[in-house]
């Protein structure tokens, strides 16, 4: 089965073709209301922690850096494997959709999230590669 995780700008207009809209930002994004945002799930605890996204958005780090930094945490992060779990689940049924923040649409956690979680997709779809 192939999976497909999309990403997309919260402030964009929800559109049934979105699927699962999962927010995967820490912080609520501003200006957007629940009703608007038409999420169906909001995992805050999977995001970068607070000091990883303010040396991130504050210029400390670069984008490579903090890819690298946020897989880290991800590796480590209990609540992981309960969210590629969760992800794997919804992909069955449907697309998902992870919801952002940022202006910036190349370089920013959800790109990261994608990336890690179709590795970890992979890697369950065939554990002996």
């Known amino acids: 089965m192939e999976y497909v995780i999309r990403l997309k700008r ?7 073709s979105d699927g699962h809209r999962i927010l995967v930002d ?6 957007v209301s629940k009703e608007k945002a038409q999420i169906e799930y909001w995992h805050k605890e999977i995001a970068p ?7 991130f958005h504050g210029g400390k780090i670069t984008y490579a850096q903090f890819k690298q930094l946020y897989m880290d945490e991800l590796e ?3 609540e992981s ?5 969760g992800c794997r689940k ?3 049924t449907d697309c998902v ?7 910036n649409e190349e370089e920013n956690n959800a790109v990261v999230l994608r990336d890690w ?8 779809a065939f554990p002996f590669d």
């Open 76 to 78: 480590g992060n209990p």
């Open 49 to 55: 922690s607070q000091v990883l996204r303010n040396q």
């Open 81 to 85: 494997g309960l969210f590629v779990d």
């Open 26 to 31: 820490r912080l609520w994004p501003r200006g």
């Open 10 to 16: 919260i402030y964009l207009p929800a559109d049934v």
């Open 117 to 124: 979680i179709m590795k970890k997709l992979e890697m369950l």
């Open 97 to 103: 959709t992870f919801l952002f923040g940022t202006k």
């Open 90 to 92: 919804w992909l069955e």
